[in-house]
């Protein structure tokens, strides 16, 4: 069992940077892989990025390359979203997954799911 829990969102400005957060709990941290996604009233949720449990492998979503950089620390038990250039687009409640396997895309791959942190980016 893995518990989540995301930090860091918030209201930023068109251009502006967040870093996100997301602490699990459990000894096993390193054998999942992690997963960030949002989702946008009214849209359905949507993949942004993952990385592998060993920080190896990452992807990311076209719309959110170059921009959002996804990292870990298996030591802290945590992993990052760091959003760079922000765009009114970007406005969602974002969420943290883990899964045991490799870094996929998919929403339904995903077995433990955090609560979601808001972000809002103003234009």
């Known amino acids: 069992q893995v518990q989540l829990v995301e930090s860091g969102g918030g209201l930023v400005q068109t251009g502006g940077s967040l870093r996100l957060s997301c602490a699990a709990s459990?000894?096993?941290?390193?054998?999942?892989?992690m997963g960030w996604f949002r989702q946008a009233p009214g849209k359905e949720r949507e993949f942004v990025s993952a990385?592998?449990?060993?920080?190896?492998?990452?992807t990311y979503a076209d719309s959110v390359k170059g921009r959002f950089t996804i990292s870990r620390d298996n030591a802290k038990n945590t992993a990052y979203l760091q959003m760079n250039s922000l765009k009114p687009e970007d406005t969602a409640v974002y969420y943290c997954?883990?899964?045991?396997?490799?870094?996929?895309?998919?929403?339904?791959?995903?077995?433990?799911w955090g609560q979601g942190t808001q972000v809002t980016v103003s234009s």
């Open positions: 997954a883990a899964r045991s396997g490799s870094a996929v895309g998919t929403p339904k791959d995903y077995n433990y």
């Open positions: 459990g000894r096993t941290f390193s054998r999942y892989a």
């Open positions: 990385i592998s449990g060993n920080a190896i492998f990452t």
